[in-house]
T-cell receptor, first 110, second 113 residues
Framework: GQQLNQSPQSMFIQEGEDVSMNCTSS?????WLWYKQEPGEGPVLLIA?????ELTSNGRLTAQFGITRKDSFLNISASIPSDVGIYFC??????????FGKGTRLHILP | DVKVTQSSRYLVKRTGEKVFLECVQD?????MFWYRQDPGLGLRLIYF???????EKGDIPEGYSVSREKKERFSLILESASTNQTSMYLC????????????FGQGTRLTVV
């Protein structure tokens, strides 16, 4: 199936630092989604992107839909302890199925 | 508040048992999904349903089947559970087309012994 390449696989950062992660694909998609999963819970949608070039913010989170429609990035500014979790990118394929990257596990050091 | 509810948070089953994982959504969504999540592999799609009684295989359907008799309910069935099906199972639902934002349940952690 179509693959999403998400990087980095994990990150260890200091509290207060900014975070950046990205997702790429060899295929074009019309919808990019970013989710966060906290321990023991299902993923929760953070940001949805529907237009190439779109830059969308949700509090300290900012995500962009790449102009080529083959990539997206997520930035978190001034990280705090509750940002810990696994962040997933996802896309909707033409057959309506939503597929996910392998995730970026974020660790925050005190 | 939108909700996707999975019937069990934790399950332990024996090898060879038939296992049912149930999922109910209250958002009147047409699309429902079953994923499994394993460390380092992310979320992999098992089955997808875009309407009542309709189903499509995802990327890893082997060893699983599904049932969607009502719009709000989507069941995942392990016909004969095996130890390699020990995993976290996540159900999700979404609207079709442009508003493809999937909403997830809390997950069922299944252990097959």
């Amino acid at each position: 199936g179509q693959q999403l390449n998400q990087s980095p696989q994990s990150m260890f950062i200091q509290e207060g630092e900014d975070v950046s992660m990205n997702c790429t694909s060899s295929s074009i998609f019309n919808t990019w989604l970013w989710y966060k999963q906290e321990p023991g819970e299902g993923p929760v949608l953070l940001i949805a992107l529907y237009k190439a070039g779109e830059l969308t913010s949700n509090g300290r989170l900012t995500a962009q839909f790449g102009i080529t429609r083959k990539d997206s990035f997520l930035n978190i500014s001034a990280s705090i302890p509750s940002d810990v979790g696994i962040y997933f990118c996802a896309v909707e394929r033409t057959d309506d199925k939503i597929i996910f990257g392998k995730g970026t596990r974020l660790h925050i050091l005190p | 508040d939108v909700k996707v509810t999975q019937s069990s948070r934790y399950l332990v089953k024996r090898t060879g048992e038939k296992v049912f994982l149930e999922c109910v959504q209250d958002m009147d969504h047409e699309n429902m999904f079953w994923y499994r999540q394993d460390p380092g592999l992310g979320l992999r799609l098992i089955y997808f349903s875009y309407d009542v009684k309709m189903k499509e295989k995802g990327d890893i359907p082997e060893g699983y089947s599904v049932s969607r008799e009502k719009k709000e309910r989507f069941s995942l069935i392990l016909e004969s559970a095996s130890t390699n099906q020990t995993s976290m199972y996540l159900c999700a639902s979404s609207l079709p087309g442009a508003l493809a934002e999937a909403f997830f349940g809390q997950g069922t952690r299944l252990t097959v012994v």
